[in-house]
């Protein structure tokens, strides 16, 4: 936030903060005492960020109130003339931040994004062929015979997608999620040595399962992907490439991920968030090769229900904030402050995934300190470092108690923390970590050593006050 709007935002939170407490002041004082929180704590989830006050103000408006089914200029309501404006521009910012022909800002979430860029492609692979083979252009307007013969062949597909304990998200197959019952799926993994993406096991999976979608993204693996390579599998098998980029899709706006990391050129339909990395507000987005386009502009209603016009504007704010030169700075800090995390890790002996990052996230395998992830993730949050636990490749602990620990520079480097500030955030972690002991046999009991928790917050404390959150800012 520029300095000169510190004490405008100040007035304006102040100002909402009174006309919410005249109506119920405990929803404002857990308001308040979520921006005290978030300011005392090293908040290192690899999925969160802190947008910027004109993001967040931009959601709270009269916006909110209008319905608007339906895409630009063809609405199932009357009056959507500002939805429209609002939209488009969102749209247009999208577009031109990631190069791309088509953008679809409606996504609720990057789960919803997933589920409309599912569907748009079995709309445009299944379901099209299909209505031309029975002569109508509508579903309506089939037989019930054929109608039957197509619901069959729609729910009948195949998908491919990067496991979970792997670095995969649960949209992208995972059983217990829809999309692993709504499509046969198989998931691929990484080399048992390297913990590396094997690209030839990807593409010897991709040509023995044949799927009509091949998934490449991610939740928590900490390397860069060729998106380039990818395509060619996909291209082999007649497969639609999908790319998820939510985790890093402020690493490609911010150009640290270009040529053949980038994935927008080379994937058919591309998804995110816009919360993670891109430090937009909660929400997601489509980016769609021309082909595609006309299904997932149908979105909503086809999957979704009316747009949230508050939060695209603030998507169209956030993504205006993506497309000056900051943000490249910005991107590139958070990648640096990655490596800078990494090394203060291993410098002091830990065992990472992959042996390292060359993205925003750090695995950090706990077992080496005789811990699960789930006592390692409540140890560090008792000395105010809130992370989350994660499953790493093949993970001995499963996907409850996991061996691992997630840690994400995005939400920092907003802060403004550098390599020397992250090199100490290691240190802590590591001091935490040496200092916690399993207890018995549980995979969730443990005892922090006395005067650990203490430590490491003073020396938290001392680095959060060097980088204030919303410098300025006073509620
Ligand atoms: N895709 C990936 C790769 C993710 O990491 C996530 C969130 O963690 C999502 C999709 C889902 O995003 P949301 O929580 O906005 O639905």
């Given at each position: 936030m520029p300095a000169e709007y510190a004490d405008t935002a100040s007035a304006a939170y102040r100002a909402a903060l009174q006309v919410v407490e005249s109506v119920e002041p405990r929803i404002a004082a857990a308001t308040r005492k979520e921006l005290a929180d978030q300011r005392d704590s090293l908040k290192l989830i690899a999925s969160e960020n802190y947008a910027s006050p004109a993001v967040l103000l931009t959601m709270?408006?009269?916006?909110?109130d209008k319905y608007a089914e339906g895409t630009i200029g063809h609405?199932?309501?009357?009056?959507?003339q500002n939805v429209d404006t609002v939209e488009s521009v969102a749209a247009e910012h999208a577009r031109e931040l990631f190069g791309a022909p088509y953008a679809y800002?409606?996504?609720?979430s990057g789960i919803d994004a997933n589920l409309v860029a599912y569907w748009a492609i079995l709309a445009t692979r299944v379901e099209a062929p299909g209505l031309a083979e029975a002569g109508?252009?509508?579903?309506?307007?089939?037989?019930e015979d054929d109608w039957e013969a197509l619901r069959h062949k729609l729910g009948n597909q195949r998908l491919l997608g990067m496991s979970l304990d792997a670095g995969?998200?649960?949209?992208?197959?995972?059983?217990?999620?829809i999309s692993g019952k709504m499509f046969h799926q198989r998931s691929y993994g990484t080399h048992p040595d390297t913990e590396l993406l094997d690209y030839d096991k990807v593409a010897a999976a991709a040509r023995e399962f044949k799927p009509l979608i091949l998934v490449a993204g991610y939740s928590a693996y900490p390397r860069r992907i060729n998106f380039a390579t990818m395509r060619e599998i996909a291209d082999e098998v007649g497969a639609t490439l999908m790319v998820?980029?939510?985790?890093f899709a402020g690493l490609v706006a911010g150009k640290?991920?270009?040529?053949?990391?980038?994935?927008v050129p080379h994937a058919h339909v591309t998804t995110t968030t816009?919360?993670?990395?891109?430090?937009?507000?909660r929400g997601g987005l489509i980016l769609a090769q021309p082909e595609y386009a006309d299904a997932v502009d149908k979105g909503c209603p086809m999957v979704l229900g009316g747009p949230l016009a508050h939060v695209m504007a603030a998507k169209a704010v956030a993504l205006a904030e993506a497309r000056q030169p900051a943000f490249q700075t910005y991107a590139q800090q958070v990648a640096d402050n990655a490596k800078a995390l990494a090394e203060g890790f291993l410098t002091r002996g830990a065992r990472l995934v992959t042996g390292g990052?060359?993205?925003?996230i750090v695995l950090l395998d706990v077992t080496s300190f005789g811990l699960t992830g789930r006592q390692a993730e409540s140890a560090l949050l008792d000395a105010g470092v809130v992370t989350n636990r994660n499953s790493i490749p093949?993970?001995?602990?499963?996907?409850?108690?996991?061996?691992g620990i997630r840690f994400g520079t995005p939400a920092l480097t907003s802060r403004g923390f550098g390599p020397d500030d992250f090199d100490r955030v290691a240190e802590l972690v590591v001091d935490v970590l040496k200092n916690t002991t399993a207890e018995g046999t549980s995979k969730a009991k443990y005892t922090l050593a006395d005067g650990t928790a203490e430590r490491v917050r003073a020396a938290s404390a001392e680095l959060l006050d060097a980088n204030p959150l919303y410098p300025g800012l006073s509620v």
């Open positions: 709270g408006s009269w916006l909110s609405r199932f309501y009357a009056g959507c800002v409606q996504p609720h109508v252009k509508h579903v309506n307007n089939l037989s995969g998200h649960l949209t992208h197959g995972f059983r217990p999620n998820d980029m939510a985790h640290v991920f270009t040529g053949d990391e980038d994935p816009t919360h993670k990395s891109l430090r937009g507000p990052t060359d993205n925003h093949v993970d001995p602990n499963g996907a409850w108690y996991t061996s």
